[in-house]
Structure formats: C-alpha cells, structure tokens
Nanobody
C-alpha cells in the first residue's frame, strides 16, 4: 500500500529554518515526480515546490523562491523541503504529494512569535 508520511514541522520564529521530510513507501518513488503543497486555514492549497523523479529539476512558488529548497534521496525513498528565512505567512500545514499516490497527512509549520 502506497504511503507518504511527513515530519519535521513545528514552531519557528520568523527568520528561522526548518527541514521537512517525507518518507515514501509502497510505490516506485524513484520514478515519481514529487510535490510539496501547503494549506493555511481558510486559504486555498498552494503548490510550494515540485521536483522531477531524478531530482535534476525543481520549480518553486514565487512566494518561496530562493528561501526554500526541495530535494530527494531516491536510495532511501525520502523527499525533503529545506525552509530558510521563514515568514509568518509560511504558517500552514505542509503535505508531500506523489501524483499517482496522493498526499500524506501533513506536518504543521507555525510561526511562534
């Protein structure tokens, strides 16, 4: 059974950093493009970053460009999102997504100020 499990969220002050992780299982991770989405209460879901199956290419939402970096480890079936210079508006629940699988349950990132 395909599964995605996100972790690494938490409370963070503006300007701080967090690294989110997503553990994938039950499908051929190395053959799948992957995405990070986020959704804040009352807001639409936003595509934050996407990465190709081989990790060679990535795209970012304008709102996170140059602050967030998506990466993956196809040996260990892991997806990452390094988030730097965090802002209050980055507060949301973050989900990893595989187009053929769906998304995990998410991990919450919250401004602690």
């Amino acid at each position: 059974q395909a599964q995605l499990v996100e972790s690494g969220g938490g409370l963070v002050q503006p300007g701080g950093s967090l690294r989110l992780s997503c553990a994938a299982s039950g499908f051929t991770f190395s053959a799948s493009a992957m995405n990070w989405y986020r959704q804040a209460p009352g807001e639409k879901r936003e595509l934050v970053a996407a990465i190709t199956s081989d990790g060679a290419n990535a795209i970012y939402a304008d709102s996170v460009q140059y602050r967030f970096t998506v990466s993956r480890d196809n040996v260990n079936n892991m997806l990452y999102l390094q988030m730097n210079s965090l802002k209050t508006e980055d507060t949301a629940k973050y989900y990893c997504n595989a187009p053929s699988v769906g998304r995990g349950r998410g991990t919450q990132v919250t401004d602690s100020s």
